[in-house]
């Protein structure tokens, strides 16, 4: 096993308790799905109760750093160079309709650094993790991106809010963090989205660097309107440029 930093230590234990919530309710959504309602209320009260675990996880260790989070939105503590970046849950449309793709997503930022990042899905029970400089890691087998330079060859994922042309290479599964967890696992071979949230894809970022992929120039000081483009390294020159007026 890859030895891994207290910090990441303090990040595994909380996603795997939030998860345990996350897992149980997810059941019941299942089971919500056939009313007329829909299990929208439960959903946004998961959400609530994922992100206050993590969150007192992560505080009960490190109750110094800052916070970031998608519910709670900012939090400054004493230690302002340090900042969990949270998304309880990415993917909650996906949740919300009981489809199985979703993820707890957390990053540390230091300075204005991500350096280390977590992906947990736990219906999959896959953990992508990485720290800076230490490789990126899939339940703790190192992971690659993939190495097609082709681009008929290549299968791409998106995002959500971004309309583009009827190309069959390109997938939409409405979770951003997972998106860029599979281009850091060589499973898609590149990932593009604008208007995201950087608790989206903070944990991503480092995630998809250790996995030795690109990413275009990211602005880590804009919280809601980040933009992406992450690839292999090899396809990564084409695939700018069929983005160019993305
Ligand atoms: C969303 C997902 C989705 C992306 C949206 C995000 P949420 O996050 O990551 O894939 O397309 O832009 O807002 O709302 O499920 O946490
Ligand atoms: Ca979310
Ligand atoms: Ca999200």
């Given at each position: 096993m890859n030895s891994i930093s207290a910090n990441l230590n303090i990040m595994i234990k909380a996603s795997e308790k939030a998860s345990k919530i996350l897992i149980k309710d997810f059941g019941e959504i299942e089971k919500l799905?056939?009313?007329?309602?829909?299990?929208k209320d439960f959903v946004t009260n998961s959400d609530l109760k994922t992100e206050k675990i993590i969150i007192e996880e992560l505080k009960k260790a490190r109750p110094n750093y800052s916070i970031l989070s998608e519910e709670e939105g900012i939090e400054n503590n004493k230690d302002k160079n340090n900042t969990w970046v949270i998304?309880?849950?990415?993917?909650t449309l996906n949740y919300l309709h009981g489809v199985p793709h979703f993820a707890i997503s957390i990053a540390l930022k230091s300075h204005d650094q991500i350096i280390a990042g977590l992906i947990y899905d736990p219906i999959k029970d896959e953990m992508f993790y990485a720290e800076k400089n230490n490789g990126a890691y899939l339940n703790n087998q190192r992971i690659k991106v993939s190495k097609r330079n082709k681009i008929d060859d290549c299968l791409f994922v998106a995002g959500s809010k971004i309309s583009f042309d009827k190309d069959p290479l390109i997938r939409i599964s409405g979770c951003a963090a997972l998106d860029m967890a599979y281009v850091a696992a060589g499973r898609y071979d590149g990932y593009f989205q604008k208007n995201l949230n950087l608790w989206d894809v903070a944990a991503g970022i480092i995630i998809v660097q250790e996995a030795g992929g690109i990413l275009n120039?990211?602005?880590?000081?804009?919280?809601?309107?980040v933009k992406i483009i992450a690839s292999n390294n090899s396809i990564s020159n084409k695939f700018i440029e069929k983005l160019k007026n993305f």
């Open positions: 799905q056939v009313s007329r309602k829909g299990p998304d309880p849950i990415d993917g120039e990211i602005n880590l000081s804009s919280i809601n309107d």
